[in-house]
């Protein structure tokens, strides 16, 4: 079974602040996806990266798939309010008939 | 709004009670999934339906049973409820099975169960 391993699990920064967050693995997935969800809320998503080495930026967010396809990275600049939720990256487990399976998410609190 | 319908949005029944959470997709989506999401399992995996036919399944409990209908709604049923079974349960749809990716699954507001 393939596993995605996110890091940090929480994370509280004062407004204006840059972050990253991970996404390993030590399987190879085809394409990744973000989601974000917000309290109440299904999670929604922001972005599919497919390609090894692929760059997406969606206005301050900056998503990178890495070389070898087993990572991913969530880059927000300029953290605003708005971006507080529950961040979740996921993938297909190919070992199991094909299932989407995320990781545990990253809680972002940003403070005003 | 995700297009996505679940009912009920909150539940509290008591242990070893028997309940059903509905799902609606999107209108044109012709997969289901469902998630249980708790504090510290994070979003888990349970099935995942496509066109009425079961396409994928993860850890679901032998107590966990789910189908999906000819107008494509879905129903996860749950018996012998536990504590532990308290939960967020999501549901989500897309227009693909998961293995024409990359596909895009589209969340409903999720049913909140709560076993006292």
């Known amino acids: 079974t393939q596993l995605l391993e996110q890091s940090p699990q929480f994370l509280s920064i004062q407004e204006g602040e840059n972050l990253t967050v991970y996404c390993n693995s030590s399987?190879?997935?085809?394409?990744l996806q973000w989601y974000r969800q917000e309290p109440g809320e299904g999670p929604v998503l922001l972005v599919t990266?497919?390609?090894?080495?692929e760059v997406k930026k969606l206005k301050r967010l900056t998503f990178q798939f890495g070389d070898a396809r087993k990572d991913s990275s969530l880059h927000i600049t300029a953290a605003q309010p708005g971006d507080t939720g529950l961040y979740l990256c996921?993938?297909?487990?190919?070992?199991?008939?094909?299932?989407?399976?995320f990781g545990q998410g990253t809680t972002l609190q940003v403070k005003p | 709004d995700s297009g996505v319908t679940q009912t009920p949005k909150h539940l509290i029944t008591a242990t070893g009670q028997r309940v059903t959470l509905r799902c609606s997709p999107r209108?044109?989506?012709?997969?289901v999934y469902w998630y249980q999401q708790s504090l510290d399992q994070g979003l888990q995996f349970l099935i995942h339906y496509y066109n009425g036919e079961e396409r994928a399944k993860g850890n679901i409990l032998e107590r966990f049973s789910a189908q999906q209908f000819p107008d494509l709604h879905s129903e996860l049923n749950l018996s012998s409820l536990e504590l532990g079974d308290s939960a967020l349960y999501f549901c989500?749809?897309?227009?693909?099975?998961?293995?024409?990716?990359?596909?895009?699954?589209?969340f409903g507001e999720g049913s909140r169960l709560t076993v006292l």
């Open positions: 996921a993938g297909v487990d190919w070992s199991n008939t094909g299932k989407l399976i």
């Open positions: 990266v497919v390609t090894g080495g």
């Open positions: 989500a749809s897309s227009v693909f099975p998961v293995n024409k990716e990359p596909g895009e699954l589209f």
């Open positions: 209108s044109g989506d012709l997969s």
């Open positions: 399987s190879v997935f085809s394409s």
